[in-house]
Nanobody, 116 residues
Framework: QVQLVESGGGLVQPGGSLSLSCIVSGSIFSIGTTGWYRQAPGKERELVAAITSSLSTNYADSVKGRFTISRDNAKNTLYLQMNSLKPEDTAVYYC??????????WGKGTLVTVSS
């Protein structure tokens, strides 16, 4: 059974940094596409960043230049480095894994709050 476990959320002041991690177990991590999504209160879930098995990346316009997505296939782990955080980045961040069979898996989410 595929499981995704996020960690690293918390409270940070505007302009600060946070790093999120997601460990994926139960699947062949190295050949799936992975990504981070977020959902703010009252808003729909949106893509933040994605990285394919060939390490091609894609970012939402709102986070380009501030966030960096990466993955370590040896550790089955996905990362999101978030710099220059803004209050509008406040949301629950979800790890996503799209398997080679086309099935989407989600973590339970980790809360990121950007506030002074």
């Amino acid at each position: 059974q595929v499981q995704l476990v996020e960690s690293g959320g918390g409270l940070v002041q505007p302009g600060g940094s946070l790093s999120l991690s997601c460990i994926v177990s139960g699947s062949i991590f190295s050949i799936g596409t992975t990504g981070w999504y977020r959902q703010a209160p009252g808003k729909e879930r949106e893509l933040v960043a994605a990285i394919t098995s060939s390490l091609s990346t894609n970012y939402a316009d709102s986070v380009k230049g501030r966030f960096t997505i990466s993955r370590d296939n040896a550790k089955n782990t996905l990362y999101l480095q978030m710099n220059s955080l803004k209050p509008e980045d406040t949301a629950v961040y979800y790890c996503n894994y799209l398997s080679f069979t086309g099935i989407n898996y989600w973590g339970k989410g980790t809360l990121v709050t950007v506030s002074s």
